[in-house]
C-alpha cells in the first residue's frame, strides 16, 4: 500500500532548529518528488518546496530561502525537511506530499503524510 | 508569483443541493504546449491532510464521487459540487501547479444550511 508516514510532534524554543522526517513505502521512492507544504493553525496552506530524492536536486520558495533544507536518503526511502532559525510563526503542521506522475514536479499532489505539528515556544 | 483568490470566503448550502466555489489565478495557468490548465482542487476535513479532487483543472481523481466537478480554462475556475452530501463539509482550496512556488487560494469553508 503506498503511504507516507512522517515522524512526531515537536516542540522547539525560538532560534532552534527543526527536522521533519517523512518516509515513502508502496512505491519506487526516487520516482517522485517530494514536496513539503505546511499549515499554521487555522490558517491556509503554504508551499514550502520540492526535492527530487533521485537527483538531490532542490526547490524552496523565496520566503525561506537560507532556512530550509531539504534532503533524502534513498536507502531508507526517507525525506526529510530541516527548518532552522525558527520563529513563533513557524508553528504549523507540516506535510509533504507527492505529485500524480513520477519524474515531474509539476502535478497536483495525490499522497500526502498525516503531518507533523511542529511548535514553537518560549 | 501567482496569487490565487477564492469566492466566497465560506458557503451554506442544504442537502442535495448544489455548491459552487470560484477560483481566479492572478495569471493564466494554461500552458500553450500541452493545453492543460496548471490547476488543482482539495477538500480537507479538519484533523485531516488534504486530499485532491480535481487535477488539470477538470480531470477527476479515481475515487471521487462524481458530483464533484471542475471547469474554467485560464484565470478562471470553478469547483461545483452537484448535489452536497453531509461528508462533504470541509474547506476546499485551489492550487496552481504551474509555477513554482505553487500557491494556494485561500480556501472556502462549506457547510450544511
Known amino acids: 500500500q503506498v503511504h507516507l508516514g512522517q515522524s512526531g510532534a515537536e516542540v522547539r524554543r525560538p532560534g532552534a532548529s527543526v527536522k521533519v522526517s517523512c518516509t515513502a513505502s508502496g512505491y519506487n521512492f526516487t520516482g517522485y518528488f517530494i514536496h513539503w507544504v505546511r499549515q499554521a493553525p487555522g490558517q491556509g496552506l503554504e508551499w514550502m518546496g520540492w526535492?527530487?530524492?533521485?537527483?538531490?536536486?532542490?526547490n524552496y520558495a523565496q520566503k525561506f530561502q537560507g532556512r530550509v533544507t531539504m534532503t533524502g536518503d534513498t536507502s531508507i526511502s526517507t525525506a526529510y525537511l530541516e527548518l532552522s532559525r525558527l520563529k513563533s510563526d513557524d508553528t504549523a503542521v507540516y506535510y509533504c506530499?507527492?505529485?500524480?506522475?513520477?519524474?515531474?514536479?509539476?502535478?497536483?499532489?495525490?499522497?500526502w503524510g498525516l503531518g507533523t505539528m511542529v511548535t514553537v515556544s518560549s | 508569483d501567482i496569487v490565487m483568490t477564492q469566492s466566497p470566503d465560506s458557503l451554506a448550502v442544504s442537502l442535495g443541493e448544489r455548491a459552487t466555489i470560484n477560483c481566479k489565478s492572478s495569471q493564466s495557468l494554461l500552458y500553450n504546449s500541452n493545453n492543460k490548465n496548471y490547476l488543482a482542487w482539495y477538500q480537507q476535513r479538519p484533523g485531516q491532510p488534504p486530499k485532491v479532487l480535481i487535477y488539470w483543472a477538470s480531470a477527476r481523481e479515481s475515487g471521487v464521487p462524481d458530483r464533484f466537478s471542475g471547469s474554467g480554462s485560464g484565470t478562471d475556475f470553478t469547483l461545483t459540487i452537484s448535489s452536497l452530501q453531509a461528508e462533504d463539509v470541509a474547506v476546499y482550496y485551489c492550487q496552481q501547479y504551474y509555477s513554482t512556488p505553487f500557491t494556494f487560494g485561500p480556501g472556502t469553508k462549506v457547510e450544511i444550511k
Open positions: 526535492i527530487n530524492p533521485n537527483s538531490g536536486g532542490t
Open positions: 506530499a507527492r505529485p500524480t506522475d513520477p519524474g515531474y514536479y509539476r502535478n497536483a499532489f495525490n499522497m
